[in-house]
């Protein structure tokens, strides 16, 4: 499956997006539509303090139909208690009656600054009219929900008859569980929405769910898909695929482009007891703030690979068979330092992809981790950002 | 409980340091010896891939009887395999002959890069001779044991009739389930080898292991405590107390000396369902990137407060209930951002102890987390920091 070179909406699919003066500027409301109702799937944080737009979300995505996304970025509408809820709700509502359709059938989301009210009269004036500037370019849309990313996400690829398209945001707060991370799928092709929230489920859980950016999860996180049909049907496994292969792809490209990050690190760890702890052990080690540095300085610092496995105290690990490979070099043998060339390791460190590869030896459980380094970009762009 | 303005040792224990050649320049080998046979305990890292010293140490403290300790910085000893256990074992051997006792009265530690062996000529040159360098002074042989500390830590205070000293190191790859930190205890109190243990273990479970800066899980850690009874008997629960005061005042030192940081973090959660949950809070607000990139920022961003809280997700948390305080101003109320002063708040994060209280408002557990800002300092570091 090749991805397009120059990525696309769907058929039938178009978006916007305005600088509404929630940023200072630059784009910061988008919208996204069908031109007819989608069947449609969702997956939100499972943070204990979502934001208003998840939570009216949740309810929302319930009727498994919907038929466009508003989103503005810079405030999160996060911990606004009940205003916040309106004020999700009447976005959504704005947004409908621009488009002619019903309020359930419009998905908000959020995200930027907790804690602060969303700016209404600018959203409102933001919104009025945007459904007439509505084209098949999506990469406007792509920067109008852009917070620290350093640049708009958008991939798609041919399915069957059709297309999915995947546009999407990330760059910090973002961990299993979800992430500051907006993610909206897009496809012509006819799916239920029982069958689109399986495979949305069953991506996310090796894609999305493997992602951590500092270990941190957002109040906002979603991703969301919509099916319009126009392409017609297409077999449940084939488009499951395709799904897969786009999610991981958007969360790579999420991880890579990390607040301060300058490479993508990815962890795959095998024979592990089972799949929980495969994905404990390389959620671990990608997480770690001694590996992410390690990987940062281009030092090939085994004792820090053994140091991030062992610390799963809570997962079955019998050290004296674990392997680990770093660039394809086996640094780690029956739990020890193995022999290796470390002038070799170090120049194959200086690549824009770090792979760590750990093999327990126990069962055949799996895990994967996706992750950044730790750089001092990270600590300057969030020791600056400022909350008021 | 006052701590001694000049820290010192108890009556009978004495201490040496030299340089034996492991760091290029600076003591690199300590040694702490009491007159006669003492009843001790010590507590271990649970990380997977335990240092030989730690091997060796589990059952060398199970006879509750130490006499001495041998610890060296710069290399860890971990990740080595038999040849490491024999290494780590003649270590303490040439150390009880140089001191003329049993050698199962010698604990040994060392700590530093792992995965490199130890090079053993120099550390046997450099025990040589040491037990005849023996001295009061507890500064030197807190300096023997640092690596990248930027300062020796040893404290001191009266206890009943007697004297408990700690000296300690920290710095990085430091989490719960110990960290890389030594501490070594020492008391001239009479107190059996099964009552250390228990005040040991409790006085750590509200220190030592509400201790993080980086999440990352040393190999070699040790706590471990000696008491030769010259000063007499006393009361367990006083001993107690004072040993809690003792592991939580260098746990704080530990913390506040953490790679790069400027500011301690002191997370208290109260309310919470039961203890557990307490603690996995605390742990997740001391430990989170974006708090502590906040800390460092001295911005009072409530969100990611509100945020590190709800991303416990295994935790019982009712958001309408939880409440917040930063240096003592509530920011959040019901869950939500409370109305308060930000210019107020980022004045008063502008010192070099920052307070987080949670409350949870669900029942009487509580838990303790003690951190440090994160910075560009720890980048550099742990960057640059080779492991060859």
């Known amino acids: 499956m090749d991805f397009h070179d120059r990525p696309r909406l769907p058929r039938g699919f178009r978006c916007a997006a305005r600088h509404c003066g929630i940023k200072s500027q630059g784009l910061d409301l988008s919208l996204f539509a069908s031109d007819v109702p989608a069947a449609a799937a969702a997956l939100f944080t499972r943070n204990h303090f979502p934001g208003a737009p998840v939570v009216v979300g949740r309810e929302r995505i319930r ?70 500037e509505l084209d098949t370019d999506p990469w406007p849309a792509a920067r109008g929900i852009m917070t620290t990313d350093t640049e708009p996400k958008v991939l798609s690829l041919d399915v069957g008859g059709g297309t999915l398209t995947a546009v999407g945001k990330g760059a910090g707060m973002i961990a299993p569980n979800m992430a500051t991370m907006l993610v909206f799928l897009f496809t012509d092709l006819e799916l239920p929405a029982n069958a689109l929230r399986r495979a949305l489920r069953s991506a996310s859980l090796d894609s999305f769910e493997c992602l951590s950016i500092d270990s941190d999860t957002s109040t906002s996180d979603t991703v969301a898909i919509l099916a319009n049909g126009h392409a017609g049907a297409v077999e449940d496994e084939r488009f499951a695929s395709a799904l897969e292969v786009a999610c991981l792809r958007m969360a790579e490209w999420v991880a890579r482009d990390g607040e301060g990050a300058t490479k993508l690190i990815r962890v795959r760890v095998e ?118």
Chains 1, 2 share one sequence.
């Open 63 to 132: 009727g498994g139909r919907l038929q466009a996304v508003i989103a503005n970025s810079r405030i999160s509408n996060v911990a606004t208690g009940q205003q916040g809820i309106e004020d999700a709700r009447t976005m959504a509502l704005l947004a409908a009656r621009d488009l002619g359709i019903a309020e359930e059938l419009v998905l908000m989301s959020s995200t930027g600054v907790i804690g602060e009210r969303l700016p209404m009269e600018k959203l409102e004036r933001g919104i009025m009219g945007l459904a007439g």
């Open 271 to 388: 024979g592990a007891h089972d799949d929980g702890d495969g994905r404990r052990v390389a959620r671990a080690v990608v997480d770690s703030p001694l590996v992410k540095t390690m990987v940062f300085g281009g030092d090939p610092n085994v004792g820090r690979i053994l140091m991030a496995i062992g610390k799963c105290v809570e997962c079955r690990i019998d050290p004296g068979r674990v392997e680990a490979r770093l660039q394809g070099v086996t640094v780690v043998e029956r739990g020890e330092r193995a022999v290796f060339d470390p002038a070799r390791v170090r120049h194959l460190l200086d690549q824009d992809t770090v792979e760590i590869d750990v093999f327990l030896g126990l069962g055949d459980g799996r895990g994967l981790g996706i992750g950044c380094d730790l750089t001092e970009g990270y600590i300057q762009e969030n020791a600056a950002y400022s909350s008021s």
